[in-house]
């Protein structure tokens, strides 16, 4: 499967994005997804994660300021992002790991597909 990120970008803190992947050559509904991101000099983290189930996690930091979701057609992850704040800033990727119903995991090692990336800046 092949991943592509979108929607990243400069925003104020307090505001709002939604980051999108879309997914080729696979339907995702074998895959659990996730979004991931990676600031400069930090290892690269979990953010929110949805298995083929639809069952979602979040990392402490983003829990109830972020929302994963996938579409019905299965082809698109999203990533609705609400009061951002100055630490989010980071390059953030999509991610899948082939399974259906595999627990959640914010491990990235056991994500096999990546996309390039997209850059979300949070500005005061």
């Known amino acids: 499967v092949q991943l592509v990120e979108s929607g990243g970008g400069s925003v104020q803190a307090g505001g709002s994005l939604m980051l999108s992947c879309a997914a080729s050559?696979?339907?995702?509904?074998?895959?659990?997804m996730g979004w991931f991101r990676q600031a400069p000099g930090k290892q690269r983290e979990g953010v929110a994660v949805?298995?083929?189930?639809?069952?979602?996690s979040y990392a402490d930091s983003v829990e109830g300021r972020f929302t994963i979701s996938r579409d019905s057609a299965k082809t698109q992850l999203y990533l609705q992002m609400n009061d951002l704040k100055l630490e989010v800033t980071a390059m953030y990727y999509c991610?899948?790991?082939?399974?259906?119903?595999?627990?959640?995991?914010?491990?990235?090692?056991?994500?096999?597909?990546w996309g390039q990336g997209t850059q979300v800046t949070v500005s005061s």
């Open positions: 949805i298995n083929s189930y639809g069952t979602t």
């Open positions: 050559g696979d339907s995702i509904n074998r895959y659990s």
């Open positions: 991610a899948a790991r082939s399974g259906v119903g595999l627990w959640n995991s914010f491990v990235s090692s056991d994500y096999g597909y």
